[in-house]
């Protein structure tokens, strides 16, 4: 899928994107991408996993890896040369299955440091010198790798709607509005909203839930919004692209295609659940369905 066989695969990790920003920006460097390709590889590839990919997703275009259950798998490929973490979501247990394959554990942030991995400490003042180094230790490893397994499957997304971009989706450029939504909903042509959100959770099958409850919501005209793992989980099996339409009920596919929008909403990682409920309010905002969010048809779920 996303890893390259014959680049540098730097993984970003965590949920604070502010070193995985400038390091996306120091990958492009020719002097680092000539460091690379010295070292064998034809160039550097910046990927991630959990949100701190998403926020780098939405910004930059970098592609996900995987959700949070894929972190261990994507060090199992043999072709990560680095995985860069900062806080929150990042197994502890990383620390021992680096021991035994090639990858460079880097923690950056003094609240998690792990057993077993390079600290090198983030500073906003010198981030540029910090996001090098961090790349250079992943050129330095691409000699080491010993065989690499990576899946050849990836599934297109679009991501990071925000309620100013569903505004002007709706309305475009001079009639921005929920209007479009609202009378949807009031007609019938879509039942309601739902967010479908959260985590993985290693007791259940690994994004069964997500998938088959954001089927079921499409199949019966609710417009969906996800964040996090679970927007990860449905994007792996294409419900985030307009092509997803096949699945949804008849209302929601007219007032989709009419739009513009695919039928499941990808509005960030887990720390953007918030925009749903700026969603919301506009919703309430622009009326004729309530005086309050809670009159509104929708709901949250997070299935895992
Ligand atoms: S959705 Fe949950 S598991 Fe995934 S990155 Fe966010 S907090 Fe972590």
């Known amino acids: 899928g996303v890893l390259k066989e014959d680049e540098v695969n730097l993984v970003i990790h965590g949920h604070e994107p502010t070193l995985s920003e400038m390091i996306v920006t120091v990958a492009d460097d020719p002097e680092l991408i000539n460091y690379a390709k010295s070292k064998g590889a034809k160039g550097i590839n910046i990927t991630g996993i959990c949100c701190t990919a998403i926020e780098i997703l939405m910004r930059q275009g970098v592609p996900v890896v995987g959700n949070f259950l894929q972190q261990e798998l994507a060090i199992l490929t043999g072709a990560i040369d680095a995985m860069v973490v900062d806080i929150q979501c990042i197994i502890q247990a990383l620390g021992k299955l680096v021991e035994t394959n090639h990858t460079e554990l880097i923690t950056t942030s003094p609240k998690a440091k792990i057993p077993g991995a390079t600290h090198i400490p983030f500073d906003e003042h010198n ?33 990071g709607f925000s309620h100013e971009y569903i505004n002007y989706m709706l309305g475009g450029k001079y009639r921005a509005s929920f209007r479009p939504l609202n009378d949807a909903i009031i007609d019938g042509r879509i039942q309601g ?9 290693p007791r259940v099958t690994h994004d069964k839930s997500h998938n088959y409850l954001v089927k079921e919501l499409i199949s019966r005209d609710y417009l969906v919004a996800q964040t996090g793992c679970g927007a990860i989980a449905c994007s792996k099996y294409g419900l985030l692209r307009p092509e997803a339409m096949e699945h ?37 905002h622009e009326g004729g369905l309530g005086e309050d969010i809670s009159d509104l048809p929708a709901a949250g779920i997070a299935p895992e």
């Open 127 to 159: 981030a540029q010198e910090i996001a090098k180094q961090i790349i250079m230790k992943a050129i330095d490893n691409f000699a080491n790798r010993n065989g690499t397994r990576i899946p050849n499957v990836s599934s297109p997304l679009v991501a």
């Open 193 to 201: 909203v739902v967010g479908v959100v959260g985590c993985n959770n």
């Open 248 to 284: 949804a009920g008849e209302g929601l596919r007219s007032i989709c295609e009419t739009v513009g929008i695919p039928p499941v909403l990808h509005l960030g990682s887990c720390v953007d659940n918030s925009r749903i409920l700026t969603v919301l309010a506009q919703v309430v």
